[in-house]
């Protein structure tokens, strides 16, 4: 099992950055794929990127693709979502989520068996 906390979120303005990182309990972190996806208010939860176990594969949505990265350091047991051009439609709330099954990162969010509680991201106009 893995807990999971996310941070790093706030109000900025559009065009803005904003990094998120979200911290893993336990020693097998690397065991786990990590998926990040977002909320907005009336909305379903929708996928925004993940990274394999290793962190030699990722894959992005098309709406953040260019404008979000994401990375892990195992070491540190931390997976990030660096943010940049940031736009209003990009607020949310952000989530990460942990994967043991699959060794790549997945954009199914029901493939997904352990979430944080989110971070609150708001991009100003």
């Known amino acids: 099992q893995v807990q999971l906390v996310e941070s790093g979120g706030g109000l900025v303005q559009a065009g803005g950055s904003l990094r998120l990182s979200c911290a893993a309990s336990?020693?097998?972190?690397?065991?786990?794929?990590m998926g990040w996806f977002r909320q907005a208010p009336g909305k379903e939860r929708e996928f925004v990127a993940a990274?394999?176990?290793?962190?030699?594969?990722?894959n992005a949505a098309d709406s953040v693709k260019g404008r979000f990265t994401v990375s892990r350091d195992n070491a540190k047991n931390t997976v990030y979502l660096q943010m940049n051009s940031l736009k209003p439609e990009d607020t949310a709330v952000y989530y990460c989520?942990?994967?043991?099954?699959?060794?790549w990162g997945t954009g199914n969010k029901w493939q997904y068996d352990y979430w944080g509680q989110g971070t609150q991201v708001t991009v100003s106009s």
């Open positions: 989520a942990a994967d043991p099954d699959l060794a």
């Open positions: 336990g020693r097998t972190f690397s065991r786990y794929s």
């Open positions: 990274i394999g176990r290793s962190g030699g594969s990722t």
